[in-house]
């Protein structure tokens, strides 16, 4: 498209000023506008260069990432630019990130820019936009390769999410800070806090060698006070959650929050298994139903539920089905029962804990003939852990760690789990120690229970359905055999 003068004029004008194009070339909405450190961050990039932020969910980070995107393209196009955007997972450029660039660029103000707006078939598409001379873009952040090879005079390189991108990712783009053919380098980095390692942790603690990015902190406060997180909000997640709670400090405080030492299943491998599940719902979850986990409460006003884990192919947790039950015990455990049966599909196994209430609804499932075999929590096992060097006290306590070696992010089995507050909450709260003879000892569930002041029931049924069938097999093969795991979780 040929540059008009009035065209040139405005990128001049808003080359370097981010801030006055957010402001003049927007349509905000009514009653709305740029928070103050909106304003601030995008004052500061092009200045510092490499701009990092943290902060509370919500805060608006993913709309500034986009503004950057549209400033950056709209002001070099003519020149030779580029502008890469990368995410921990992919998912957040393709769900977020770039419907996100869609809606800002519907919002922008073409008689202040003074061209025509972007054509949605050759200009702005649903991963990149396209103009005469330059081009944004999406990538993986899982090969470093393709940040390297990208060549311009001028290259904006956008983090969302940052907290979980690969080392390598950001060496890569680092190069092109270095590099003589590139007149103009720009990053920005956004996201909220996650785990106390990795390079966006390390550039907000200012570890030796960052010091050429500039960090920011917005603070929960900052974001009340612009009007994009309520108070009552984060009130309630202090509540939900305790103010000690790694999502509490990550996703409300806009905080790093260390992993306790002595907990079982960290945050972020939960969160990483939640974004695989988004992606299979995405494709309409495809598979087979494989396991009801079952979690037998006790029923009756302020007594545990009854959780229900659907899973697929061994690995994927559908869906999590919780009921309040009758005061009764016989009775709460037929209506169990009744929710099971209509649940189950052909072929899957039922994994429910069969001790104290949750004994009746073993029985009557046995009884009427359904694929089930119970979970005592117990029960010793000779399972050893994955490096073949630790034992386990009993089922509760195999079933916890080797729910988490299943989690690892280098595993390979790519566990699914819905993204449901109580379901985190539970997977995060056992703390575990070593006792004599080598083996792993997870706290009791009374124990949590009197910590957290709830039962991490959703948890229990969960990892009974991935967990469970591993530990029937084994007692089945001869009881207490040693050995360390070979777990295939389809063959059931």
Request: charge should be negative.
């Amino acid at each position: 498209m040929p540059k008009t003068d009035k065209y040139a004029l405005f990128q001049l004008t808003y080359r370097d000023d981010p801030v006055g194009f957010m402001r003049d070339c927007i349509e905000w909405p009514k009653a709305t506008g740029p928070a103050p450190y909106q304003d601030e961050i995008l004052r500061t990039l092009p200045i510092e260069k490499r701009v990092a932020v943290r902060g509370p969910h919500g805060l608006g980070k993913t709309a500034l990432a986009a503004i950057v995107v549209l400033w950056f393209a709209l002001t070099r196009d003519g020149e030779d630019w580029k502008v890469l955007t990368t995410a921990s997972a992919f998912r957040q450029l393709d769900k977020f990130l770039w419907p996100e660039i869609h809606k800002w660029a519907r919002r922008l103000r073409w008689d202040k820019i003074c061209r025509p707006p972007f054509n949605s078939r050759t200009e702005l598409m649903k991963l990149s936009l396209q103009l005469s001379t330059g081009q944004a873009f999406a990538l993986s952040s899982d090969d470093p390769n393709s940040i390297e090879g990208a060549h311009a005079e001028s290259l904006c390189y956008v983090f969302d999410e940052a907290k979980a991108i690969p080392d390598g990712i950001w060496d890569s783009a680092e190069g092109a800070f270095a590099s003589p053919d590139t007149a103009e380098v720009l990053a920005l980095a956004i996201s909220t806090p996650g785990p106390t390692s990795g390079r966006f942790y390390e550039i907000h603690t200012r570890k030796a060698g960052t010091e050429n990015w500039w960090p920011r902190h917005v603070t929960l406060d900052e974001s009340i006070s612009a009007g994009r997180i309520s108070r009552s909000w984060a009130e309630q997640c202090e509540r939900l959650w305790g103010e000690d709670d790694a999502r509490y400090k990550n996703r409300v405080l806009g905080e790093f929050a260390a992993q306790d030492e002595t907990g079982v299943i960290p945050l972020a491998w939960i969160e990483a298994a939640n974004g695989r599940w988004e992606d299979w719902r995405d494709e309409g979850f495809p598979g087979r139903m494989t396991t009801i986990g079952v979690d037998m409460g006790g029923g009756g006003e302020g007594g545990d539920k009854s959780v229900l884990a659907i899973v697929y192919d061994g690995v994927k947790v559908k869906e999590l089905r919780s009921y309040g039950l009758a005061n009764d015990p016989h009775t709460a455990s037929m209506e169990i029962v009744g929710r099971i049966r209509g649940a189950v599909q052909a072929g899957a196994l039922i994994i429910p804990d069969a001790q104290g209430v949750g004994a009746g609804a073993y029985n009557r499932l046995a009884e009427l003939g359904h694929n089930v075999t119970p979970f005592i929590a117990s029960f010793g096992t000779g399972l050893r852990d994955a490096a073949d060097e630790m034992g386990f006290v009993n089922w509760r306590s195999a079933m916890w760690w080797i729910g988490r070696e299943m989690l690892t992010p280098d595993s390979g089995f790519d566990i699914c789990l819905p993204p449901d507050d109580d379901l985190t909450g539970d997977l995060c709260a056992p703390k575990y120690r070593v006792v004599s003879g080598g083996r792993y000892q997870i706290e009791s569930k009374d124990a949590v229970r009197k910590r957290i002041k709830r039962s991490t029931d959703s948890a229990d049924a969960v990892l009974q359905a991935l967990v469970g069938p591993a530990l029937a097999r084994e007692r089945a093969q001869g009881g207490e055999t040693m050995g360390k795991l070979v777990y295939d979780p389809v063959r059931f």
